[in-house]
């Protein structure tokens, strides 16, 4: 059973940046990517991010385009994700999802993950 754990959020001034933290421990570890999705209040939860653990591609959603950067740490079954730029509609429950065996595709899509974080908040201040 992997378990997955997110850190870094907090209270941000408008303009602001955080990095979350993602660590995934237990076997067997990350196979295919991580991704994060958030959940803004009211609204459902939107993807974000994803990263390809063969290859590190990386992926985003619209929320996210050239304002954050999703990356791994080598050899580890971390990510993060570097957010600048921070506006008050990115205040959120940000989560990190983990997927094990596929399908290869549909990394912006919640059933493709195995597993899950209990999210970090972020709020984000005018």
């Known amino acids: 059973q992997v378990q997955v754990v997110e850190s870094g959020g907090g209270v941000v001034q408008a303009g602001g940046s955080l990095r979350l933290s993602c660590a995934a421990s237990g076997p067997p570890g990350v196979t295919l990517g991580m991704g994060w999705f958030r959940r803004a209040p009211g609204k459902e939860r939107e993807f974000v991010a994803y990263i390809k653990w063969s290859g590190d591609s990386t992926y985003y959603g619209d929320v996210g385009k050239g304002r954050f950067t999703i990356s791994r740490e080598n050899g580890e079954n971390t990510a993060y994700l570097q957010m600048s730029r921070l506006k008050p509609e990115d205040t959120a429950v940000y989560y990190c999802?983990?997927?094990?065996?596929?399908?290869?595709?549909?990394?912006?899509?919640?059933?493709?993950?195995?597993?899950w974080g209990q999210g970090t908040r972020v709020t984000v201040s005018s």
């Open positions: 999802g983990v997927r094990q065996w596929g399908p290869a595709t549909g990394w912006e899509r919640e059933v493709t993950y195995d597993y």
